[in-house]
């Protein structure tokens, strides 16, 4: 059988899971239709909430995933997606500008912490929203919110604080995604604010975060961010974040229309030191020296890793990346969040609904490989 057909093969198994399977079950359980807004995880008895707040983040990632299902004709997807916009227009807008952190079930605000991370995921929403309903006034909301991030959370010293209130240490993490929703702005909606924030995001991951000479993005920073904060002279990197960054890199290359640095060496060093040789699965945390920082591993770097073998062959196997991300996912359309390196097994206290944007992403770029 040919790489070809072995991966068409893995496309066809992975759309079935998510688009038959596991988002018309989270349509069903996991948005609360008469509350607003959308459960934070399911509990593997009874698949019922799992939680007793709402997430922005959740909120935000989940609008993009029921407008990728309504894309491909899934029922009620657009309802879902639809639904989750008016919660996070409605009950989630800070008065001050931005969007709070979470609410009560009841949709009250408990925390209004304008978190940059989560920001970054409403800018996401915003852009498929817009590519699914065409709605100018979620063109609005995403340049508004472009504008609020760059007057009220950029830092003298480069890139964006953590949070109103701000907090320590700063991090890549949330310049990334913040880099992907501005991308997805570039590309659906097209507006020149959306490329200037997509190409000095670029520049920050190149000047300060990007270690070209070790192959290695560091994590966290001090406040300036001069320097990657250490452990005993090591610095904290992270195979899932590094697999992220090469897709985006390729992102960016596609929608900018732009050269970007060569990722080959960083995913051949990202294989050979985040995978662990037994379990065949990736390594949580891994230092800039090769020592393994957090062997336990979460669901999304595997997501990460399928993206980019779909964009680099030297991030290893596409089929072989599925199999990892597939390990993880159980029949009925939930997954298995953590494995426990230490104890060799899958813990599954519930499903968290914010895993559902990587597999969904992973699972839509899978797609759009095999055409």
């Known amino acids: 059988m040919t790489q070809a057909i072995r991966l068409q093969e893995a496309a066809q198994e992975a759309s079935h899971w998510l688009f038959e399977v596991a988002i018309p079950l989270w349509l069903e359980r996991g948005v609360d239709w008469e509350r607003g807004g959308y ?56 008065s001050d500008g931005g969007f709070v952190a979470r609410t009560d079930l009841a949709g009250r605000v408990i925390d209004d912490t304008r978190d940059l991370y989560d920001l970054a995921f409403s800018l996401f929403a915003f ?46 993490n949330p310049h990334m995604h913040l880099l992907e929703a501005a991308l997805a702005c570039s590309e659906h909606m097209g507006d020149a604010v959306f490329r200037t924030l997509s190409e000095t995001l670029i520049e920050l991951c190149i000047l300060r975060f990007f270690d070209a000479k070790n192959s290695a993005i560091y994590e966290f920073f001090s406040d300036d961010l001069s ?26 290359e596609r929608i ?64 072989e990346a599925w199999r990892a991300l597939n390990s993880f996912l159980t029949p009925n359309g939930l997954w298995r969040e953590v494995w426990n390196a230490e104890e060799q097994r899958f813990e599954e206290p519930a499903s968290p609904a914010s895993s559902l944007y990587h597999i969904t992403v992973a699972v839509s770029e899978l797609r759009r490989k095999v055409g």
């Open 39 to 94: 459960y934070d995880a399911l509990s593997f008895t009874g698949v019922e909430n799992a939680s007793d707040f709402k997430r922005l983040r959740v909120t935000t990632r989940q609008i993009y995933v029921f407008a990728e299902a309504a894309r491909l004709g899934v029922s009620k997807a657009q309802a879902g997606a639809e639904h989750g916009l008016h919660f996070l227009r409605t009950n989630l807008r800070n």
């Open 127 to 172: 852009a498929h929203g817009f590519r699914l309903l065409r709605d100018e006034d979620l063109r609005t909301e995403a340049v508004n919110l472009v504008d609020f991030i760059l007057e009220r959370l950029s830092h003298p010293c480069g890139g964006f604080q953590e949070a109103l209130p701000s907090r320590l240490p700063r991090r890549q």
């Open 227 to 252: 320097e990657p904060l250490s452990v005993e002279g090591r610095k904290v990197t992270e195979p899932g974040h590094h697999f992220e960054w090469i897709w985006l890199f390729h992102e960016a």
């Open 256 to 319: 900018l229309d732009r050269g970007m640095p060569s990722v080959v060496e960083l995913a051949s060093s990202t294989l050979r030191r985040g995978r662990d040789p037994v379990s065949g699965l990736l390594f949580g945390e891994v230092y800039d020296n090769g020592d393994v920082s957090q062997a336990s591993v979460r669901l999304w770097p595997h997501t990460e890793w399928l993206k980019a073998t779909l964009v680099s062959d030297h991030a290893g196997s596409p089929i």
